[in-house]
Structure formats: structure tokens, C-alpha cells
């Protein structure tokens, strides 16, 4: 009977196995890559089952199930067949890294970009240069280029009816663009503070006090309760004022208490005692540097004022001193020095 009941248990058993289904659910998604043929199960097992006599039955139930998810995500690649062979071709390795920091937000459009996608109109490529009938040639639609071929366009402008005759139209020109210049940036500006969501004041600029932090206001608050005549003494406190901390320093100072004589006396000498006790801290090395270093420069001074003195004496003696005129050159085809009255001599050619 025993080796029927087995018989029966184990067709049963392979029956069951048979009658699994092939999808797989489980409460956390394992991660599969199907390069590496890999499956990680990050489900907990059940730990009682773990620890008692079923522990084979529980492990191999999961790992027919991790094998099943596998085989499922396999079947979805694409097959070939080669010499009677079956191929799957596996796609790349993907490796989910986490990030350092937060994914990036999208960034917001600006006024026009709104109302260009609402109204449906597209950006369209402007071309670099456009012809210009007054000049006869082709003009570039922005840089310096654009700005001397302006010039050479509007070298002359009239001055509407409504102006003054003597009004510069080349300033109020420059005026003018200089202006839409800093309404396209104060645009920019709106649409950097519009993405960021801080709030700008139509007109003017904010005031300071939006500007101020939690403890600079309680200060303030503070310093307001006590600026009265009573200094805070006689002000009703307000309901909200619970965290209200007394400001140092305020009222009268602390009066000197009255001594004597003999204590002021006492006081006084003490004062002196202590003073006449510091000793001056004498650095030895530091001294004796600085005097020989004082006989060096002096020595120095005194060796350059005799080499000065020898300069003057030499040279001086009671001879007469010979003119510019006697160191001359000799003439040319003459054969004789000037200062010299010798009958012959080597002519030099």
C-alpha cells in the first residue's frame, strides 16, 4: 500500500506541475536581464516555511518561478532559425543607475512662446542677408555690417510735422533703440522671474521690507515695544506676542557704587602695582641684529665717502690745464699736428 500511495503522490504532484500556469505574479516586479540571463527576486520568503521541513518545496517553487519570468521576457524578442536552431537576438545591456540629483524639470515657456503655441505659429529660419533696393546689394539682417549699411541708407532723415524743426532724428533715433533694448530685457527678466515664480510688482521696485527674514522682523518688533517714554514698561503686550525676549541695554547704566578714601586709595595702587610688575619683553637676538647691522651700514657710508674723496685729489697737479683747441685732429694733406711746430713728419692718408 505504501508504494501505491507513493505512486499515486507523485503522478499527482507531476500533474500539478504540469497544470501551472506560465504568468507569474509577484508582489515586487524582479528585475530581469536577459543579456546576462539574470533574475534578481527582491520578494522576502516566508521564514517559517524557510526554517521548517518544506524548505526544498519553497525554494524550488521560487526558482521555477524566476525561471518562468525569464523564459516570458525572452519570448518576446525576436527568433531566428539556423540549421534547424532557434536564435533569440537579446537587445543591449540597460544598467538602471541612480541618480546624484533630482531629474531636470522641463524648462518653462516664455510670454511668446505661449501665445505662439496657442495661436499655432511656427518658428520660421529668417535668411542671413536680404536685398536692399535703395543700395543695390544684399544686406545682412543683424551685425555691425547691418548698422553701417543703415548709415549709408538714412544718411539723411526728415523731421515729422509734429516735432520741433531743430530736433536731432539721428539722437532721438539712437534714443529710441536704446529703449527697446531695455524693454526686450526687462521682458527677459519677467519671464526668468515667471519661471522661478517670484513675484514682481507692475510698477517700481519691491519694497524692502518683503525682503526681510523671520528673526530680522522679531528685532524690529522688539526694538518698536521698548521705544517708548515708559521704554516698554506701561505696553500692553499683544495677544500673538509670546516669544517677546527683553532688549540689553536699556534704561540708565550701571552706576559706580560710592567708596572712600581708603578704598579709592587701595584701588589706585593696586592699578599701579600691576603696572610697574610688567616687565618688558626683551628679544636679545633681535637687538644685537639691529646694531651690527648699524655698524655695517655705517662702515658701508664711510668706506664710499673716502673712495668719493680719492676721486677729487687725483688728477690735480700744478700743470696747466691744455685747451680744446690742442687735441684737435690733424688737417688733412698737411703731414703736421696742430700745437706741434715739428719741420717733418708722416703724412696720413
Known amino acids: 500500500m505504501d508504494i501505491v500511495n507513493e505512486i499515486l503522490n507523485k503522478d499527482e504532484q507531476s500533474r500539478k506541475e504540469a497544470s501551472q500556469s506560465i504568468l507569474v505574479t509577484k508582489l515586487i516586479e524582479p528585475e530581469v536581464y536577459p543579456r546576462d540571463l539574470l533574475v534578481i527576486d527582491t520578494n522576502e520568503l516566508n521564514v517559517p516555511e524557510l526554517r521548517g521541513p518544506n524548505k526544498e518545496e519553497l525554494l524550488k517553487s521560487n526558482t521555477r518561478d524566476c525561471i518562468q519570468i525569464l523564459l516570458n521576457t525572452l519570448a518576446d524578442y525576436p527568433k531566428e532559425t539556423k540549421d534547424g536552431k532557434v536564435f533569440i537576438k537579446v537587445a543591449g545591456a540597460a544598467y538602471n543607475l541612480p541618480r546624484e540629483k533630482p531629474a531636470p524639470v522641463p524648462k518653462p515657456l516664455t510670454k511668446w512662446e505661449r501665445f505662439a503655441k496657442e495661436k499655432g505659429i511656427q518658428k520660421k529660419k ?8 535703395t543700395l543695390q546689394k544684399w544686406v545682412p539682417t543683424y551685425g555691425y555690417r547691418k ?13 515729422p510735422q509734429n516735432l ?12 529710441t533703440k536704446k529703449e527697446n533694448v531695455a524693454k526686450n530685457e526687462y521682458q527677459r527678466l519677467r519671464n526668468i522671474a515667471a519661471a522661478r515664480k517670484i513675484k514682481v510688482p507692475q510698477v517700481g521696485l519691491p519694497p524692502m521690507e518683503a525682503n526681510l527674514h523671520v528673526p530680522q522682523l522679531q528685532i524690529a518688533a522688539d526694538v518698536a515695544r521698548v521705544s517708548t ?5 506701561f505696553q500692553p ?14 534704561g540708565n547704566k550701571k552706576k559706580r557704587r560710592l567708596m572712600n578714601s581708603n578704598e579709592e586709595k587701595e584701588m589706585n595702587l593696586n592699578i599701579a602695582e600691576k603696572v610697574l610688575k610688567k616687565k618688558p619683553k626683551l628679544d636679545l637676538s633681535k637687538g644685537v641684529n639691529k646694531q651690527i647691522h648699524e655698524e655695517q651700514t655705517q662702515r658701508s657710508i664711510d668706506r664710499a665717502e673716502k673712495r668719493k ?8 697737479s700744478d700743470k696747466p690745464k691744455k685747451s680744446k683747441s690742442q687735441f684737435k685732429r690733424p688737417k688733412a694733406q698737411k703731414g703736421q699736428r696742430v700745437g706741434k711746430k715739428s719741420g717733418g713728419g708722416r703724412k696720413r692718408r
Open 147 to 159: 548698422v553701417q549699411a543703415e548709415k549709408q541708407k538714412d544718411w539723411l532723415l526728415e523731421v
Open 309 to 316: 674723496g680719492k676721486k677729487k685729489n687725483f688728477g690735480d
Open 164 to 175: 520741433d524743426p531743430n530736433t536731432d532724428m539721428f539722437a532721438e533715433k539712437v534714443k
Open 237 to 250: 503686550k499683544l495677544p500673538e506676542d509670546k516669544n517677546t525676549k527683553p532688549i540689553k541695554n536699556v
Open 229 to 233: 517714554a515708559s521704554l516698554g514698561k
Open 126 to 133: 529668417k535668411p542671413r542677408t536680404t536685398w536692399d533696393d
